[in-house]
């Protein structure tokens, strides 16, 4: 792992599960109509099993494919702006996303299968992987030989950054149970956008002015 102090790695870490969660889709939808239907912890429960699977993308992307983006971290400066324009991009396309409907559906009948649904849901979206490996680029988190602690740290922070997103998305709609509509994925998609522009905004910043992320 890169040379940072192991604070640091778990703030990038939960910065970037706060980032991958945070566009809202489809599992957003489906964890918010869980929340307004069967209750707040319901919600929640759908939220941390997005997380978990979140975290297994976020350790592919950091154990699998370390072969392949060694080579690129030698150009990591370059990278940093690349992935400093994807944070923008992503952000600009999130705050111009029309907001989903809340449509009908079938629901688990418990804890256990809320979270087991949405764990499965996102398995299925493997593009995860590479928002993950364009996110990792931007904050400068490069892989090396071996796994060790700020690996796990990282991954920690990836689990909680996205913990935190799905505590705030259904927090927010168990508060406004009785009037949420697709008028409050409107105002996330603004706020999630907004919140992606400033980190990519950041990221380039960090790049110019300090020469890349890790170079203290």
Known sequence: MI?????????????IGFLIAAPVGPINVLCVRRTLIHGHLAGIASGFGAAA??????????????????????HQFALSIL???????????????????LTGGRDPT?????FTSTFLLTLTNPITIFS?????????VQPDARIDLGDWLLLLGVFLGSCTWWLLITTTAAFFR?????????????????????FGLFVLWEAFVLGGPGQR
């Open 83 to 101: 992935g400093g324009a994807f944070l923008l991009v992503l952000g600009v396309f999130t705050l111009m996303k029309p907001p989903p409907e």
């Open 110 to 114: 418990g804890l256990a299968a809320d």
């Open 132 to 140: 993950f490996i364009g996110t990792y680029v931007a904050f400068g």
């Open 3 to 15: 040379d940072l102090v192991p604070a640091w790695i778990f703030v990038k870490g939960l910065a």
């Open 178 to 198: 009785a009037r949420f509509t697709t008028v409050g994925f409107k105002w996330a998609n603004r706020i999630a956008g907004l919140v992606i522009v400033a």
């Open 53 to 74: 699977a979140d975290t297994v993308f976020g350790a592919l992307a950091a154990f699998g494919v370390r072969v392949i983006t060694e080579q690129f971290f030698a």
